[in-house]
């Protein structure tokens, strides 16, 4: 007896339909309450599931930004303490060296100084001694001469004897006004000293007030990081992101870098090592390759943290000098070794190559290649030589960009969580009214199938209710109760 | 500094990725020179095809010729055979003295009377068995017309799982311009046996493209 059998309850089948709908509209009607309450209690439970998973993404969210502020916060407290010890550093160093010889400074001033005053004081203009007989000359002078020609005579030697003294006295002060321009001319230098070493003063003045400015900024920063200001945290966020998409960049470059420096060596280590071996499946001489290069990043790593560049490494910043300076040389050293070793490396490729290209020009019959072209190879070598050696000491300065990235990477990671988790909330909730709203459409809909049964109960119920209200306005209002009356 | 060292790990992991390629597997060819008859004339195109081989082949590789003369299932027949050494420079040398060797025997081949072609095939077989490579290659350079000595038995099944089988510079005879279909039975007849054994076969009549011998 198969389906069809069943269904079909009188042999017309429409007839069958019928009958089969009247027969569900009739168990769906007396069914319907507990139905309703199903439907409902279950959306009911979704809604409330949904919403709660809601909730806890979203307070796991609010842990997450919690997390991500106190990051940031120390992540741009420890930059300020750092940018501000810099410049600390850099006001002691600049005191240190400039102040230092200021005592020097100060007598050198003042030794210009005496010497200033000794020559002003040498350069004071005396006004000659006027000859002290001439008075004497005078009244000679003034004797009559009453045509006595001796007496003229000698009045005549008088004059010339006086106009003699007076041309020595002018000459005598012109000797001494030259002497005293000399003197005068003299202090020029020692002013000129004395102005040098006043604008190197001001100078220095200038920038340690410029670098007090720069300190009172970064401090000022500082106090907003302590203070957990809403504004610390909006600088320092905008900050992270682009510093994190600066130094992906970057990184990127080096990334090409290090695969040109790859290519540079992977053929040459077929030779030490051998071409065919390999390393879960890829060849030992390529691997040998990345490990160099892996190697040239570490050093470098290492030779940015011990000159305090980076910070990646607590441990040797923490080293004493000594051992710092001395691991600043050994990571040298090996960078060295190494950039002298990839050198070797390009040139044997080099080598290789040409060897290759003349087997196969031999194979192939074409002969060896043209003597033009030869005689350039040089240059293609030594650029592959210079690449070798060089591109080692440029992937030293990973470490900078690389910190960068580790560092705006958390902040970064942190945002990006704090936005999934919100979008995931979002979207729950979403769900949630979802199912709320559907559970009141299957509600409607399962009534919409039973219209049949609801539309007599509500003419029957209507009917009823017509009845009662106009048995009720034939009989007059119900008496009320003596409680009723005194409510 | 967890974190650096996954990253550093993750940037090695980025240029295997982006420069080191996944090495390729090693390849045993193994090539069969008809010397009978008048297909001795056809040996220099013979030795332009090895050239051609030496220059595809890289290091690790393996390369044999044989001669496919009266009865090829001999070691003898091996004309000139080379597992390249993993340093590049070697392998270079290698492919310059096999090269020497292949026109030794060019010079110096003298016409045999039959044609032993399974022999060859089976002692093919046998060789890069013996050499254990990823993929096999037997070429073979000849007009696939068989000519066995009475008392010889070459009806045997060939075990050629693995392998790719090539036929190049099939020319064709006098007889087969007189009934095409002598050459048209003979080729399917090998492109049968080849199939039955488990093998790959193929023909190559164009000379100009070499490149793709082994390419497939």
């Given at each position: 007896m198969g389906f069809s059998d069943m269904f079909m309850v009188v042999p017309n089948a429409a007839a069958s339909v019928a009958i089969w709908f009247v027969v569900l509209a009739v168990v769906l009607y007396f069914a319907r309450q507990p139905a309703h309450q199903s439907i409902r209690s279950f959306v009911r439970i979704l809604h409330n599931a949904l919403r709660l998973a809601a909730s806890s993404i979203m307070s796991a969210e609010q842990m997450l930004q919690a997390r991500n502020r106190e990051v940031l916060l120390a992540a741009g407290r420890e930059a300020a303490e750092r940018m501000i010890e810099r410049e600390f550093e850099r006001v002691e160093a600049m005191v240190h060296k400039d102040l230092a010889e200021y005592p020097a400074l100060q007598r050198q001033v003042s030794e210009e100084i005496t010497r200033i005053a000794e020559d002003y004081e040498k350069s004071t203009n005396v006004p000659p001694d006027p000859p002290g007989w001439s008075k004497a000359v005078e009244a000679v002078a003034g004797i009559p001469v009453k045509g006595d020609p001796m007496v003229g005579q000698i009045l005549q030697d008088i004059h010339t004897s006086l106009v003699k003294a007076q041309a020595k006295a002018i000459e005598e002060y012109r000797k001494s006004s030259l002497m005293r321009h000399a003197v005068l001319k003299r202090i020029m230098p020692y002013w000129q000293n004395v102005q040098q070493v006043l604008t190197s003063v001001d100078k220095n003045i200038t920038s340690v007030v410029e670098r007090s400015k720069a300190i009172g900024r970064y401090m000022d920063e500082y106090e907003e990081i302590?203070?957990?200001s809403d504004k610390a945290v909006r600088v320092l966020s905008a900050s992270a992101l682009s510093q994190f998409f600066v130094s992906a960049l970057v990184l990127c470059v080096a990334i090409g870098g290090a695969m040109i420096n790859f290519t540079?060596?992977?053929?040459?280590?077929?030779?030490?090592?051998g071409g065919q071996s390999l390393i879960m499946g890829y060849?030992?001489?390529?691997?040998?390759?990345?490990?160099?290069?892996?190697?040239?990043?570490?050093m470098g790593l290492f030779l940015m943290e011990s000159l305090r560049i980076t910070r990646l490494f607590p441990v040797?910043?923490?080293?004493?000098?000594?051992?710092r300076v001395r691991m600043i040389w050994i990571t040298f050293s090996i960078l060295l070794i190494l950039a002298s070793v990839e050198a070797g490396l390009a040139f044997m490729r080099e080598i290789l190559l040409q060897d290759e290209l003349a087997t196969s020009a031999l194979l192939r019959g074409e002969g060896m290649p043209a003597h033009d072209t030869a005689n350039f190879v040089w240059i293609t070598t030594a650029?592959?030589?210079?690449?070798?050696?060089?591109?080692?000491?440029?992937?030293?300065?990973?470490?900078?960009?690389?910190?960068?990235?580790?560092?705006?990477?958390?902040?970064?990671?942190?945002?990006?969580?704090?936005?999934?988790?919100?979008?995931?909330?979002?979207?729950?909730?979403?769900?949630?009214?979802v199912f709320r709203y559907t559970g009141g459409l299957l509600v409607n809909l399962y009534d919409l199938f039973i219209f049949a049964p609801l539309w007599i109960e509500g003419a029957l119920k209507g009917g009823s209710r017509e009845r009662h209200d106009r048995d009720g306005e034939a009989e007059g209002p119900e008496p009320m109760t003596i409680r009723e009356v005194s409510a | 500094?967890?974190?650096?060292?996954?990253?550093?790990?993750?940037?090695?992991?980025?240029?295997?990725?982006?420069?080191?390629?996944?090495?390729?597997?090693?390849?045993g060819v193994y090539l069969l020179m008809d010397t009978s008859g008048t297909y001795t004339k056809e040996l220099k195109n013979a030795q332009q095809l090895i050239n051609v081989i030496l220059v595809k082949l890289d290091p690790g590789d393996s390369f044999a010729v044989?001669?496919?003369?009266?009865?090829?299932?001999s070691e003898k027949d091996i004309v000139a055979k080379v597992t390249f050494d993993d340093r590049p420079s070697q392998t270079n040398q290698q492919k310059r003295h096999f090269r020497d060797s292949v026109d030794t025997f060019v010079k110096s081949v003298k016409s045999a009377k039959f044609t032993d072609i399974s022999g060859g095939v089976l002692q093919a077989i046998e060789y890069l068995n013996e050499k254990g490579n990823d993929r096999k290659h037997i070429l073979i350079f000849s007009d696939l017309k068989e000519e066995l000595p009475n008392g010889y038995v070459r009806d045997i099944p060939l075990q050629l799982e693995g392998y790719d089988v090539v036929a190049l510079n099939v020319t064709k005879l006098r007889s087969d311009n007189v009934d095409p279909r002598e050459y048209l039975d003979r080729l399917e007849a090998w492109q049968r046996r080849v199939e039955e054994g488990g093998g790959k076969w193929r023909v190559i009549n164009d000379m100009d493209r070499l490149e793709r011998i082994l390419g497939g």
């Open positions: 302590l203070k957990k540079l060596i992977a053929r040459p280590m077929a030779e030490m090592v060849r030992t001489s390529e691997i040998a390759a990345l490990v160099i290069i892996l190697v040239e990043v570490s040797i910043g923490a080293l004493n000098d000594k051992l650029a592959q030589m210079g690449m070798g050696f060089i591109l080692p000491f440029a992937l030293v300065f990973v470490a900078i960009p690389l910190e960068t990235f580790v560092h705006s990477l958390r902040a970064v990671l942190g945002m990006s969580g704090v936005g999934v988790l919100r979008g995931l909330a979002m979207a729950l909730r979403f769900l949630g009214n | 500094m967890n974190r650096c060292a996954w990253l550093v790990s993750m940037m090695a992991a980025l240029l295997l990725q982006g420069c080191g390629e996944q090495a390729p597997q090693n390849r044989g001669r496919i003369d009266t009865g090829s299932f």
